[in-house]
């Protein structure tokens, strides 16, 4: 089966940021937002998966985040290493630090995007820091969501989804300032935080990072989101609320968010499906990609029933 790709397309939204996003397959079919995570582009939605989803009957919609890839980056604010210490360990931010912005401002762009699409409603999937933007639209814009993937991420709440001590040298390291010491040290870096039983390609691993760093890696902009990952609002009340199909996906071995995050995700949602995956670490490996898709389709299709069962008969 061909699938319709388009060409990396720019949306300029009324905030001042321009999201650079991509298409893959019927703009006539039912639509899903794909959210990347920390300084991820969308290309760490890979085509195929994309592919597999649009396949599926499902319009796809991957795009960088603020910050990324090609997106806007918004370097006349600047993050320093102490700010992110100082919210690291939870010190008090008002006075001290600006914040660039906020995960909500994050969701804002991701609605802005629907909206130059014409697009009203559409399938929420986000992974890591995007999983925690996903939850934000839902409880944010719940008229937009139809249904929510949150993959590998968290409520909030700092006491579940904390990191391993041994990823805290990896994420405090400097990537230096060439392209090959960027891709060299997220080489390491995934060797921390990949997936045991699902090991990736090395080579496939050393093509993408330097393709990251290509469509305009900065360690600015992977600064500013950070910080707006740390001073995040615990959101377990407000998942609490939710009222849409949700799913829940965490890997057993991961020591970048705990698979505590995922748990206490899939209890604040009501009727939330929690799949938890034995070998899967903070990556999503190809061996998965079925796997997510099928859970993923499961989630839409949810949706859907939920819809007919309401529509007047």
């Given amino acids: 089966m061909s699938v319709t790709q388009s060409d990396e397309l720019f949306a300029s939204l009324?905030?001042?940021?321009?999201?650079?996003?991509?298409?893959?397959?019927?703009?006539?079919?039912?639509?899903?937002?794909?959210?990347?995570g920390l300084g991820g582009p969308m290309g760490w939605w890979s085509t195929p998966f994309c592919e597999l989803l649009a396949e599926r009957g499902f319009f796809v919609i991957r795009y960088d985040n603020r910050d990324t890839g090609r997106s806007t980056k918004l370097?006349?604010?600047?993050?320093?290493?102490?700010?992110?210490?100082?919210?690291?360990?939870?010190?008090?931010?008002?006075?001290?630090?600006?914040?660039?912005?906020?995960?909500?401002?994050?969701?804002?762009?991701?609605?802005?995007?629907?909206?130059?699409?014409?697009?009203?409603?559409?399938?929420?999937?986000?992974?890591?820091?995007g999983g925690m933007i996903a939850q934000t639209i839902a409880i944010e814009h719940p008229d937009r969501a139809l249904s929510l993937t949150s993959i590998m991420s968290t409520t909030g709440k700092r006491t579940v989804g904390f990191q391993h001590p041994k990823v805290f040298p990896v994420m405090l390291s400097s990537a230096g300032r060439t392209r090959d010491s960027y891709v060299e040290r997220s080489l390491k870096g995934s060797k921390v935080i990949g997936s045991p039983a699902f090991p990736s390609d090395d080579v496939m691993a050393r093509d993408r990072?330097?393709?990251?760093?290509?469509?305009?890696?900065?360690?600015?902009?992977?600064?500013?989101?950070?910080?707006?990952?740390?001073?995040?609002?615990?959101?377990?009340?407000?998942?609490?609320?939710?009222?849409?199909?949700?799913?829940?996906?965490?890997?057993?071995?991961?020591?970048?968010?705990?698979?505590?995050?995922?748990?206490?995700?899939?209890d604040a949602i009501p009727g939330a499906e929690h799949l938890e995956i034995a070998g899967m670490a903070h990556d999503m490996p190809a061996q998965l990609y079925a796997t997510y898709v099928e859970a993923i389709a499961r989630t839409a299709a949810r949706a859907t029933s939920a819809a007919a069962d309401d529509s007047p008969s």
Wanted: charged share 20%; aromatic share 4%; glycine share 12%.
């Fill in 14 to 36: 009324p905030s001042g940021i321009d999201i650079c996003h991509q298409t893959f397959g019927d703009a006539d079919d039912p639509a899903i937002l794909l959210i990347m």
């Fill in 209 to 266: 990072a330097f393709e990251t760093y290509d469509r305009g890696w900065t360690a600015s902009g992977v600064t500013r989101q950070m910080l707006a990952v740390l001073t995040q609002p615990d959101r377990t009340k407000a998942l609490a609320t939710l009222d849409l199909p949700a799913l829940v996906i965490h890997g057993l071995n991961d020591p970048l968010v705990h698979r505590s995050g995922g748990k206490a995700t899939a």
């Fill in 75 to 129: 370097r006349h604010h600047t993050v320093g290493r102490t700010d992110i210490v100082r919210a690291f360990t939870g010190l008090p931010l008002i006075g001290r630090v600006s914040v660039p912005y906020t995960l909500g401002d994050m969701a804002g762009d991701a609605i802005g995007l629907l909206d130059h699409l014409g697009i009203e409603r559409a399938h929420v999937v986000g992974v890591s820091m």
